[in-house]
């Protein structure tokens, strides 16, 4: 049942139309992921659906008493507020509900969300912490349809985790704009995609919406392949300079410019770049034991590295933690309390904050990318700053615009372009990920595949850290960093074999201790019980069955592409038979690490 509807909306801003009588419904309880390049209307369209903005045409019907709670990217605050009233605002009206109560709900969802001093003045706090104090007030009021832009940015993984959760058990309908792919994967069960002023809609989370849309762009193709060769026909006669004379001439040349305008862009035009970057000598960036602190507390302790050419680091850590101090470090921004920084000759760094302000407001786009180079070497290609902005998804018209009509994420996308049009061979990234878009994210990712030179990276976004990490930084309490071999996915790892680990470590003596002494590498005997046997025999039937099961419900899917509410249970179904798979791999890489520690044993 719809809650609210969306009927033949426009919105215009200057001259630029951003949504051209878009029709859309939105169902109880529906979980809705909204994406499109920065800059497309996707911001637009929640301030619209929450009552922020009015349409320039068509209607917008809301269920009557619907409640609707709005996380914007920037919410305003009351600056004398302290952090555990303005998480509370307008809750305590909520009939029924004791104070005390609704304090520890909120204390609780603040802590969740790293937030612990609730006495702290709104106007002390950070962007960051701001935006997370609002997260936690649009959590506490009760909500019918919930609308959150960008609720991942200023969250760390951990923060993440829990708010995944939490709206995987939210009842009531959400609708989203994020760039954190995994998090529409485990929230979304419809993507929703903003593109050239219209609305396409995709049941399913982000997986499906990638394989639906890539469906959707080759048959665009096989029309206008239809369309060519009546195109030419058309092209040739136009060409000959005919002139509207009679009616059918007329409907001739209308015909023609019909076929040019619906003409499909793919989404995927120029996304692919050369890496460019200068020389990189054999002497990078060297931190020898390293300490700092911020006030009384210690955010690096005796830290040493030499940073490899072609290093791929990726910073993870609590917020606040000193992954940013580290960045600034490294840039030569802060001198640490102790130890040495050395920065080799050739270096040449490209440092993007985690906020692009400051920027030139009266300035033209192209004159902006400019002002570091008219053209970049790319490898063996000489690209200009039009073609560069091309490629970051600034079409040619737009580049003449100032940058005081660009969105902030447009913004971010331009300050992006313009630190590696300088064609750094050191990147450090703080943050990235932040007001970027998804397909923006794409384009930066497959450059790094190219680029030649290091790359540091603090980032939030899980997906992003598994596509360019080899390595990543661990920052734990005391100023202690530890470092582990391999992407985001492979540290979540090692970090719950550790978790494990200490669990065993810290239980009080039992009988039977064969697994532990496994993990402490004692030399008493190992083996199978009964029923780990059993489960070693059986376990590759079952994964396969599963296999098998998932290849039939995938097919089962694509025939009930027009079936919503199918279409829905059969997702819902994929999503525990992928968790139940996965499970399985788990389970199936212990007892075949055990296997192999008992062959090892019986070779002694």
């Known amino acids: 049942m719809n809650i609210l509807v969306i009927d033949n909306v426009s919105k215009t801003y200057g001259d630029k139309v951003l949504l051209q009588e878009i029709c859309l419904g939105i169902d109880e309880g529906e979980k809705i992921g909204l994406l499109g390049i920065n800059g497309s209307g996707k911001s637009t369209l929640l301030k619209l659906i929450a009552g922020m903005e009015e349409p320039d045409q068509g209607q917008i019907v809301r269920n009557r008493h619907l409640r609707i709670e709005y996380l914007p990217q920037n919410p305003p605050f009351d600056p004398e507020a302290i952090v555990l009233d303005a998480a509370l605002n307008g809750v305590s009206r909520i009939e029924g509900m004791d104070t005390w109560i609704l304090e520890s709900d909120a204390k609780g969802i603040l802590t969740r969300l790293g937030m612990q001093d609730f006495e702290a003045r709104m106007s002390q706090l950070s962007g960051g912490q701001r935006k997370r104090v609002a997260m936690a007030a649009a959590l506490m009021n009760p909500a019918d349809l919930l609308i959150l832009d960008e609720p991942t940015n200023h969250l760390d993984n951990q923060a993440i985790d829990w708010l995944e959760k939490y709206l995987q058990r939210f009842k009531g309908a959400l609708l989203m704009v994020t760039h954190d792919r995994y998090f529409l994967e485990r929230v979304s069960k419809r993507i929703i995609e903003v593109e050239r002023g219209h609305l396409y809609s995709y049941p399913g989370n982000y997986s499906i919406y990638l394989e639906r849309k890539l469906e959707r762009e080759e048959k665009e193709v096989a029309q206008a392949n239809k369309k060519q060769v009546l195109l030419r026909k058309e092209l040739a006669w136009i060409r000959k300079g005919a002139r509207a004379r009679s009616t059918k001439q007329k409907a001739r040349i209308e015909r023609y410019e019909k076929l040019e305008e619906d003409k499909p862009r793919s989404s995927g035009e120029n996304l692919q770049i050369s890496s460019a970057a200068s020389r990189l000598g054999k002497k990078t960036i060297i931190l020898e034991d390293i ?272 079936d919503y509410q199918l279409l829905e249970k059969l997702t819902i179904i994929r999503q525990e038979l992928v968790k139940r798979q996965d499970d399985l791999l788990e389970r199936w890489t212990y007892l075949n690490e055990m296997a192999e520690d008992i062959d090892k044993q019986r070779n002694q």
């Open 291 to 562: 300490s700092h602190s911020y006030q009384t507390e210690k955010l690096i302790e005796g830290y040493s590295c030499i940073l490899a050419r072609d290093e791929r680091l990726g910073l993870v850590g609590p917020n606040g933690i000193g992954k940013s101090t580290l960045l600034r470090i490294m840039n030569g921004e802060i001198i640490p309390n102790q130890g040495n920084v050395e920065i080799g000759s050739t270096v040449k760094i490209g440092y993007f904050p985690q906020e692009s302000t400051g920027l030139p407001d009266e300035m033209r786009v192209i004159d902006y990318i400019r002002e570091v180079g008219e053209y970049l070497q790319a490898g063996k290609k000489l690209l200009s700053a039009s073609q560069m902005l091309e490629t970051f998804l600034f079409s040619p018209a737009s580049q003449w615009t100032s940058l005081q009509k660009l969105s902030g994420g447009e913004k971010r996308r331009l300050h992006l372009l313009r630190i590696l049009m300088g064609a750094p061979n050191v990147l450090l990234l703080d943050e990235p990920g932040n007001d970027l878009d998804i397909e923006t994210l794409t384009i930066l990712e497959d450059y790094l595949d190219d680029f030649p030179g290091a790359v540091v990276a603090v980032s939030h976004d899980r997906y992003f850290l598994d596509r360019i990490s080899e390595k990543i930084l661990a920052f734990e309490d005391g100023g202690k960093l530890v470092e582990y071999p391999g992407n985001y996915s492979d540290y979540l790892l090692y970090s719950a074999g550790k978790q494990e680990n200490k669990y065993y470590q810290n239980r009080d003596p039992q009988p039977d201790r064969k697994k532990n002494d496994r993990e402490e590498g004692k030399s008493k005997l190992i083996r199978f019980s009964f029923k780990e046997q059993k489960e070693f025999e059986e376990i590759d039937d079952k994964i396969a069955a599963v296999e098998d099961e998932l290849k039939e419900l995938t097919a089962r899917i694509n025939q009930a592409a027009s």
